[in-house]
């Protein structure tokens, strides 16, 4: 076990606690990364406290949803970030957080890279709902930081950094500040200190390293309470070469790891004097077809992502990778709502089907039809409480002692009801079949790759490992969430 400081709120000065979080993450491979002996920072920390081998992601199970999930606690109904690609009814225009190149173009770089950068931190992510950074800072006496990663909002306003030629033109373009940890290093853009590091503006294959960097001096220069080790480079490595080669990029995010940890004196004195969680923000699984989202509403007048026609459009069609959520933008909602949810159950490669019937959710697919929403009738396995009407052959999901077992789609129920209560979502959301992909809006899918995005157990659950903070004692049964985890650094810093 840990010899760390305990999670306790009578010690006054509880152990410095870093969430590395490594994207996408697959368990099989964590496993086989740390029986081969390929990820011994890992492995490490898996032998001083606990591994758990499914932890549910958000749905859509993408980055940009499950990122704010992690950093806040909460799902999509409360944070407000429904998805990769998505439509904005306040402005009737297409947000787009970086898909792809490709997809960014169509959109404009320009405004991806704000809405990216800014816009999801600032104005998407919702102010009512504070970000683990925010709780900390509020106490005026954690130290929080924070390395390349989606959500980063603080208390602490940072200009753009003027170390690099790239970056002096970029506070030129952008021409506005962030809040953020105390300590914020954002690819090249932020940089709260002067050091070694450069991520050539956070290019793949260059992130992990900057992280590594990063975080190796914020150790050795004593800097931090709390620190969020963004490791990204996995997500691309899966992208391109599929899941089963992540033990290679998960060897070279341990190899990073093991570089903060080497700055601390060596694995043990730095164990010794840290809690760690290294966490999946969700899976991925290896991608043979695509799916033809605009083919199959090329009869509707869909809204293109140069905002052209806006006023005649029908529809807003937003692919993220294996989930897709589709907008109904004309006033006979009903009527409209009936033909797109018949012809989206009748796409090859659609899984399931979402939207909205009354004051319920119904999901339709293949193996049936069934409609839910809360209520008393059954729990499910984290103990929430539904009703349930139609066939549970939908989610291939039994009943039994009383509880709602949803393996397949793991906390499913939850995760569908978030999304589709979150004001930003679509009005219909799609989840895709395994081994199926939507491209992009830059004609981009990973055909003989990996992806991510449905509701499946085969992107939902990712890796989750611990040591010198306790697990909620609700959690002690399993059925763990991406959004355990901010709780359990609160509950640590005494800042609940």
């Known amino acids: ?15 410095k606690l870093i969430l590395t979080v490594i994207d996408g993450m697959k368990p099989t491979m964590v496993q086989r990364a740390m029986s081969s002996g390929d990820a011994p920072a890992l492995k490490a920390i898996a032998d001083r406290g606990q591994y758990v081998p499914g932890c549910a992601a958000a749905f859509p199970s993408v980055t940009p949803v499950c990122a704010a999930t992690i950093a806040t606690g909460v799902l999509q109904d409360v944070h407000e970030i429904p998805s990769m690609n998505w439509y904005s009814r306040a402005e009737q225009r297409y947000v787009e957080y970086g898909s792809s190149f490709s997809a960014s173009r169509r959109f404009g770089l320009n405004r991806q890279l704000v809405d990216t950068i800014f816009n999801m931190n600032a104005t998407h992510l919702s102010p009512d709902v504070p ?42 373009l952008f021409k506005r500040s962030a809040l953020g940890p105390r300590e914020l290093f954002y690819a090249d853009i932020f940089a709260s200190r002067k050091t070694s590091c450069w991520s050539r503006m956070g290019l793949p294959g260059m992130r992990d ?46 190899a990073e790891l093991w570089r903060v940890m080497e700055a601390g004196g060596g694995t043990d004195a730095f164990l010794d004097e840290h809690a760690m969680i290294v966490m999946a923000d969700h899976s991925h699984s290896s991608i043979e077809r695509r799916i033809d989202l605009t083919g199959a509403f090329a009869d509707w007048r869909v809204l293109p992502p140069s905002g052209a026609g806006a006023r005649h459009a029908e529809l807003a069609l937003c692919p993220a990778q294996r989930s897709a959520m589709i907008y109904l933008l004309l006033e006979a909602r009903e009527s409209a709502l009936t033909s797109v949810v018949e012809r989206a159950r009748a796409i090859e490669g659609v899984d399931l089907v979402m939207w909205w019937d009354a004051e319920r959710v119904r999901i339709g697919g293949e193996r049936g039809e069934l409609s839910f929403a809360p209520g ?18 939908t989610l291939l999901a039994h009943v039994e002692d009383g509880v709602l077992h949803c393996d397949n789609y793991p906390d499913g129920l939850t995760r569908v009801w978030a999304a589709m209560n979150c004001p930003t979502s679509g009005d219909v959301l799609l989840s895709a079949e395994p081994a199926y992909e939507f491209p992009d809006w830059g004609n981009r899918a990973h055909v003989r ?39 359990m650094i609160i509950e640590h810093f005494g800042a609940a």
Request: hydrophobic share 35%; charged share 20%; with cysteine.
């Open 1 to 15: 076990m840990s010899t760390a400081k305990p999670s306790d709120p009578a010690n006054p000065t509880p152990a």
């Open 131 to 172: 970000t683990v950074f925010e709780t900390l800072d509020d106490t005026e006496q954690v130290r929080t930081a924070g390395t390349t990663y989606l959500i980063y909002r603080g208390r602490h306003e940072h200009e753009i950094s003027r170390d690099f030629a790239l970056t002096r033109a970029a506070s030129q």
């Open 209 to 254: 390293q900057h992280a590594g960097c990063v975080g190796s001096y914020l150790v050795e220069n004593d800097l931090f309470d709390f620190m969020l080790l963004s490791l990204p480079d996995n997500d691309a490595h899966s992208h391109k070469n599929g899941p089963h080669a992540q033990i290679q990029s998960i060897a070279a995010a341990d």
């Open 376 to 393: 008393d009738e059954v729990a499910d396995a984290r103990g929430r409480r539904w009703s349930v009407d139609g066939e549970l052959d």
């Open 449 to 487: 790759g990996g992806s991510h995005g449905s509701l499946h157990r085969v992107d939902s659950l990712g890796a989750l490992l611990f040591c010198g903070v306790p697990a909620p004692p609700q959690r002690t049964d399993g059925n763990w969430s991406i959004a355990d985890v901010a709780p």
